[in-house]
């Protein structure tokens, strides 16, 4: 069962940047490069939502708020998924988890909530404040 890590959250004033890391567990050690890779948050009172999916082949999808502000990228050596967070608002502020899904369909071009394979994370608190 697939599971990942997330980090790099924290406070940080509207306008800053933060990056997000998302690795895998130290006790699966899966090879994130197998599957599509995504970014979701979850705002206090609202509900889970994608933000941005990575593909197998590095092909990178935005929900329209993280467009220009947001980027996600793969680090092979690391065996990582980063999520590079500028201009950041108040309205960013939530949890934001990573999970995997799969490499083929409309999993990651849609950011889907739905059908992640393994299990959610712990997930980073990122807070924006105004």
């Known amino acids: 069962q697939v599971q990942l890590v997330e980090s790099g959250g924290g406070l940080v004033e509207a306008g800053g940047s933060l990056t997000l890391s998302c690795a895998a567990s130290?006790?699966?050690?899966?090879?994130?490069?197998?599957?599509?890779i995504s970014w979701f948050r979850q705002a206090p009172g609202k509900a889970t939502e994608g933000v941005a999916c990575?593909?197998?082949?590095?092909?990178?999808y935005y929900k329209e708020f993280a467009e220009g502000r947001f980027t996600i990228s793969r680090d092979k050596a690391k065996n990582t998924v980063n999520l590079q967070m500028n201009s950041l608002k108040p309205e960013d502020t939530g949890v934001y988890y990573c999970?995997?899904?799969?490499?083929?369909?409309?999993?990651?071009?849609?950011?889907?909530?739905?059908?992640?394979?393994?299990?959610w994370g712990q997930g980073t608190q990122v807070t924006v404040s105004s």
């Open positions: 999970a995997a899904g799969p490499g083929v369909g409309m999993w990651c071009p849609s950011i889907r909530v739905a059908g992640i394979i393994g299990s």
């Open positions: 130290e006790f699966t050690l899966d090879d994130l490069d197998e599957y599509s």
């Open positions: 990575i593909g197998t082949d590095r092909t990178q």
